[in-house]
């Protein structure tokens, strides 16, 4: 059998996309009923971390060793890949050794490199393009608290950036309308959008986006790379601030989501998180459980003789 990746929401079926989240769903009541589900007994996750984490180191390390499995935590400081060494190489070698490898990475080009040279399958923890293991988590949420998310609007306020490309591909894949409201300049990928067609609509009018949706949600104006830009990003962005005023304005059941960490008083109001709309604490809690689902069905439990 061919080895699966995932790098992008693009590369399951919508059918697929839709079971890995009711697994998830499955498998977080599961480990609340105090059900142990170890099914990658034996198996080990390596992770590879060019980026600064919280919620991706946790949520993977936690999730493989609630499977019954182990994680690795590899960073360039303490591997060959912060010293050169090809990816093509690294990628031969650490598949050779491992069960799966999760890369949370800068350029999307690594993670298309080190997967055309793997043995094992290999999971986008974060690019600057894309964030398709929140996207699982965030679609998880939504299900969680209003069901099927087919035909209702979501709205992106802010910066056209790696969670907004996958947020288009969500709406690709989950059948939604997704609006999006950004400054000039900072529209999403074009190509996607091309892609979208009509599921998605760019405005620079934040209360144009978030009329009638279901869902909204925003990032940090400034991530991790755009330091140097941080205080211009500061200025034009301001108006792209999220608060209850806003959400007001929205469908009267609207929920809020954020992938964390927030800069409160910036991208957000102070108290947006605190706001009964809010589900952001529940949406951080299912990266573990939607990667869990997904940890679940790339890596085959082992085959006894």
């Not at 060959?80 to 990816?87: D, V």
């Not at 190489?89 to 999760?102: G, I, K, P, Y």
């Not at 894309?130 to 996207?135: E, R, S």
């Not at 992106?156 to 999006?180: P, R, T």
């Amino acid at each position: 059998m061919s080895i699966r990746h995932f790098l992008s929401m693009m590369d399951y079926t919508p059918d697929e996309l839709k079971g890995l989240v009711r697994r998830g769903m499955e498998l977080k009541d599961l480990r609340r009923r105090g059900e142990l589900v170890q099914p990658l007994k034996g198996r080990i996750l390596g992770m590879i971390f060019e980026k600064a984490s919280t919620r991706t180191r946790v949520s993977f390390e936690a999730g493989m060793i609630q499977l019954g499995g182990q994680a690795i935590f590899l960073s360039p400081r303490d591997t060959q890949l912060g010293r050169g060494e090809p990816i093509g190489d690294s990628a031969r070698v650490l598949s050779s050794m491992l069960d799966a490898v999760m890369i949370r990475t800068f350029a999307h080009q690594t993670l298309l490199d080190f997967a055309a040279h793997s043995r094992v399958p290999v999971i986008n923890g974060l690019s600057d393009d894309l964030h398709p293991c929140q996207l699982l988590a965030d679609m998880q949420t939504f299900a969680e608290h209003r069901g099927s998310i087919a035909g209702k609007t979501a709205a992106w306020i802010g910066d056209g950036n790696n969670m907004c490309n996958s947020y288009i591909e969500a709406a690709i894949q989950f059948g939604f309308h997704l609006n999006v409201a950004c400054p000039p300049g900072y529209e999403p990928d074009e190509r996607l959008m091309a892609r979208a067609g009509d599921c998605v609509r760019v405005t620079h009018d934040p209360r144009d986006a978030v009329a009638g949706a279901h869902l909204v949600t925003t990032d940090v104006w400034a991530s991790m790379g755009q330091e140097k830009e941080a205080s211009e990003r500061l200025a034009l962005f301001k108006p792209y601030q999220v608060n209850r005023a806003l959400l007001d304005a929205a469908a009267s059941d609207v929920i809020f989501m954020h992938c964390l960490p927030a800069h409160r008083g910036e991208e957000i109001s102070e108290d947006l998180l605190d706001d009964s709309r809010s589900v952001a604490w529940d949406q951080a809690e299912n990266r573990l459980h939607a990667q869990k689902a997904l940890l679940e069905m790339l890596v085959a439990p082992t085959h006894t003789a």
